[in-house]
Nanobody
Framework: QVQLVESGGGLVQAGGSQTLSCVAS????????VGWFRQAPGKEREFVAA????????YYADSVRGRFTISRDNAKNSVYLQMNSLNPGDTAVYYC??????????????????WGQGTQVTVSS
């Protein structure tokens, strides 16, 4: 069983930046693909960014491409989401997710086996 713990959420002004972190309990964390998702009130959980186990392959939702950057440090069992140029539309609970995979990334909720508890990001206008 893999446990994921997110941190770094909070209140930020529009145009600002924030970095989320996710620490995993998994052994051989480099064998897990990871992703970030978000869920705003009254909306479905949506894909934000994904990264392969090796870190070579990554993919972003159109809404965040060019503003957000996903990265990982396998030695620290950690995944990060650097968020720039934030706007109120980015307000949501952000979730870290993981699944076993060496060479690919995944973009749908059902692809992932493990989830964190989420961290709230609120962007004020």
């Amino acid at each position: 069983q893999v446990q994921l713990v997110e941190s770094g959420g909070g209140l930020v002004q529009a145009g600002g930046s924030q970095t989320l972190s996710c620490v995993a309990s998994a052994r051989a964390f480099g064998t897990y693909a990871v992703g970030w998702f978000r869920q705003a009130p009254g909306k479905e959980r949506e894909f934000v960014a994904a990264l392969s186990g090796s870190g070579d392959l990554k993919y972003y939702a159109d809404s965040v491409r060019g503003r957000f950057t996903i990265s990982r440090d396998n030695a620290k069992n950690s995944v990060y989401l650097q968020m720039n140029s934030l706007n109120p539309g980015d307000t949501a609970v952000y979730y870290c997710a993981a699944r076993r995979s060496l060479i690919s990334y995944y973009t749908t909720v059902s692809d992932y086996d493990y989830w964190g508890q989420g961290t709230q990001v609120t962007v004020s206008s």
